[in-house]
């Protein structure tokens, strides 16, 4: 049984900055990619970013390239979003993902295992 856990949320000023951590367990998940997806109040979980097993593709939603990284460390298991220049438009709950999935992939229901979330709030 896959588990994903996720860390780092947590309340920041708006043009703050936040690192979010999610580690695997039960089993090794070679060959998947691991994404973010975010999901606010009254609102779709929508896709964040996505990065392949390799680490060397990556894809963003348009609204926040160019302030937040995606990247993995697959020795430790573990995912990470880097989200920097945060806006209160980017409060809600992060999720993450993995799936057997291209990195483009942005529907939520192709993703296989999720974890709980962790909630970010940025105040403005």
């Known amino acids: 049984q896959v588990q994903l856990v996720e860390s780092g949320g947590g309340l920041v000023q708006a043009g703050g900055f936040l690192r979010l951590s999610c580690v695997t367990s039960?089993?090794?998940?070679?060959?998947?990619?691991m994404g973010w997806f975010r999901q606010a109040p009254g609102k779709e979980r929508e896709f964040v970013a996505a990065?392949?097993?390799?680490?060397?593709?990556?894809h963003y939603r348009d609204s926040v390239k160019g302030r937040f990284t995606i990247s993995r460390d697959n020795a430790k298991n573990t995912v990470y979003l880097r989200m920097n220049s945060l806006k209160a438009e980017d409060t809600a709950v992060y999720y993450c993902?993995?799936?057997?999935?291209?990195?483009?992939?942005?529907?939520?229901?192709?993703?296989?295992?999720w974890g709980q979330g962790t909630q970010v709030t940025v105040s403005s």
């Open positions: 993902a993995a799936g057997t999935v291209l990195v483009t992939t942005t529907q939520p229901h192709e993703y296989d295992y």
């Open positions: 039960g089993r090794t998940l070679n060959s998947y990619a």
């Open positions: 990065i392949s097993w390799s680490g060397v593709s990556t």
